[in-house]
């Protein structure tokens, strides 16, 4: 691993600019890891002596994003950079948050405060590399290490128990085993973290390229304090001819099958998480799951919502769990009378839902499934290529349209449409104002119509 860091012209317009005035400057963090490990980090944050009125005096556009803790943003081009100054942080005394920051002169008080040894490393390229803890160590033998010691580390904001696993799967790392002691003891001290931030870090985790490293959540036993509903899956076996593995292997399996899609993958964790509750045992031995979609689904919306997530990812996230078992359809009309229930843009991500689950079961009958799966990607490609009407926005009539002819507003008017719809389901080629009106007409002799009639 080489210290050398190509550095892009604006950092180094920002570390020069800020020497030039007398302080020291380095980048840190983050992007000091990622460039070691040969990839492109994200951002490229600055650490100084600086304090952030000096910073301001230096450049022309300074945003105070987050002067309090001592971070200055600075404008240059179209890039913005978050410069921070050397900084101690206080007591934590609610487990998440310094009560107090205040400003030093030493870089290495400032990298002392980093949550772990390779996050704490800074680079000057006229210096070098900063390394006071032995961070390129830890990332040259792939580990997650706190600075100092892990128990206190995560006393003061238990969220680093959650970032250590995050970039443990990130990275592909394994945890040193101090740290990792220390977050089995501490682990209760998530209740302190706001769902927010635990979702995000959960996001991330799922979106890396290990999102099977869910199981260090549960085995640390941090999940209990996350997702407590989880934490059943792991020791709920499957014995069903389609299934091998428990139903958290089964799902961490599926995460892994899955594209890096945040709905993908939060669907995946939490298609079969209703397994547990539902469970039941046969006389021959065979486990069952009355039920479970049900379950899963709401069981999901109550962590979701728990959550913070938006409402519509909850409720595509939601419409793929429901659906995740559905037999996938092999005849234009069934697979026209999904897309009626789920909607036409949803298909191809409750397609991947499907070929994912199927990916984590059984090997030996995957192949048939595929096989069966492919040929249902192509008839839903075909019936999407003939733009059907699925749903009632597409009908070549609307309420107005049965107002005008005489049907009350209100109620009549929704089931009529309603009817239309099934009808042009089964027969696309119905789809025309004319047909539709004289069906209309024809509905009305309906006893359950025309009770709505008078
Ligand atoms: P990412 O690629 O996710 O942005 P990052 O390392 O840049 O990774 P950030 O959350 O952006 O992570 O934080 C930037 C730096 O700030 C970290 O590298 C670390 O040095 C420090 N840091 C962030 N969060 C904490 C924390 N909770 N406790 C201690 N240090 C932290
Ligand atoms: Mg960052």
């Not at 030039?20 to 070691?36: P, Q, S």
């Not at 359809?329 to 069934?334: A, F, G, V, W, Y």
């Amino acid at each position: 691993m080489s210290d050398w860091i190509n550095i892009p012209k604006n950092v180094h317009i920002l570390l020069n600019s800020l020497h030039a005035a007398g302080y020291e400057a380095y980048i840190v963090g983050g992007c000091v890891r990622d460039c070691l490990m040969g990839y492109k980090p994200k951002d490229w944050d600055i650490t100084t002596s600086a304090k952030p009125d000096q910073v301001k005096a230096i450049f022309r556009k300074t945003y105070d994003t987050g002067i309090a803790h001592g971070t200055v943003s600075v404008r240059l081009g179209e890039d913005v950079y978050e410069v921070t100054t050397y900084r101690v942080d206080g007591k934590y005394s609610d487990f998440r948050r310094p009560d107090e920051v205040s400003f030093t002169t030493s870089l290495r008080e400032d990298l002392k405060r980093r949550d772990f040894t390779i996050n704490a490393m800074a680079y000057d390229p006229k210096i070098g590399l900063i390394d006071y803890f032995q961070g390129k160590q830890d990332l040259s033998e792939g580990r997650v290490r706190c600075v100092g010691d892990a128990r206190e580390r995560f006393q003061e904001d238990a969220l680093r128990m959650l970032r250590a696993l995050r970039f443990a799967a990130k990275l592909d790392f394994s945890i040193e085993a101090k740290t990792y002691e220390a977050m089995e003891e501490k682990a209760p001290l998530l209740a302190n973290i706001s769902q927010e931030r635990i979702c995000d870090e959960l996001t991330k985790l799922l979106l890396s390229d290990n999102p099977w490293r869910m199981r260090d959540v549960v085995e640390t036993g941090l999940m209990a304090y996350c997702i407590p509903e989880f934490v059943p899956c792991a020791s709920m076996p499957q014995r069903h001819p389609y299934h091998i593995f428990t139903v958290a292997e089964h799902t961490y399996a599926s995460m892994q099958a899955v594209e890096a899609d945040r709905i993908l993958r939060w669907t995946m964790f939490l298609h079969d998480i209703g397994k547990p509750p539902t469970h039941s045992e046969d006389e021959n031995g065979c486990d069952h799951f009355y039920g479970h979609v049900k379950q899963s689904v709401a069981m999901a919306d109550t962590i979701l919502r728990r959550l913070r997530f938006d409402n519509a990812s909850r409720e595509k996230i939601l419409t793929l769990i429901a659906y995740h078992d559905c037999e996938l359809p092999d005849t234009e009309l069934s697979m026209r009378k999904l897309l009626n229930k789920i909607g036409i843009p949803l298909f191809p991500d409750l397609w991947k839902v499907q070929v994912a689950d199927m990916r984590a079961q059984n090997p030996t009958l995957l192949e048939e499934r595929l096989e069966k799966a492919e040929a249902t990607m192509e008839l839903y490609q075909r019936v999407r290529n003939q733009n059907p009407c699925v749903c009632l926005e597409d009908l070549a009539v609307n309420g107005w349209d049965l107002i005008a002819m005489g049907y009350p507003p209100g109620k009549a008017v929704g089931l009529v449409l309603r009817q239309l719809l099934e009808v042009v389901i089964e027969c696309p080629e119905l789809n025309q104002r004319g047909i539709l009106l004289e069906t209309a007409e024809k509905l009305k002799k309906k006893p359950e119509i025309q009770i709505y009639l008078g």
